[in-house]
């Protein structure tokens, strides 16, 4: 059975760090894509970040240059760090490898 268990969220207020992490078992990943979706409250889930087998990224804007996505093909894990946070960063994240899905972490960015 395949699980990716997600860890790591909380709450933390703007201008805080938050790091991510999402552990998979059932399957390796190491030769497919991983990732982070996020769905705020009374949005429409959006990809956050993306990691290739390769290590190529792909970013949303609104995160670019505060969050860094990164992968432990060893420890069949991807990591979200996450700096410079905003209240609009506040959201359930998701991450994802091929096409398997955790089941949420919370994150709460406020003073």
């Known amino acids: 059975q395949v699980q990716l268990v997600e860890s790591g969220g909380g709450l933390v207020q703007p201008g805080g760090s938050l790091r991510l992490s999402c552990a998979t078992s059932?399957?390796?990943?190491?030769?497919?894509?991983m990732g982070w979706y996020r769905q705020g409250p009374g949005k429409q889930r959006e990809l956050v970040a993306a990691?290739?087998?390769?290590?190529?990224?792909n970013y949303a804007d609104s995160v670019k240059g505060r969050f860094a996505i990164s992968r432990d093909n060893a420890k069949n894990t991807v990591n979200l760090q996450m700096n410079s946070l905003k209240p609009e960063d506040t959201a359930v994240y998701y991450c994802?490898?091929?096409?398997?899905w955790g089941q949420g972490t919370q994150v709460t960015v406020s003073s």
């Open positions: 990691i290739t087998s390769g290590g190529s990224t």
């Open positions: 994802y490898a091929d096409v398997f």
């Open positions: 059932g399957r390796i990943f190491r030769l497919y894509e």
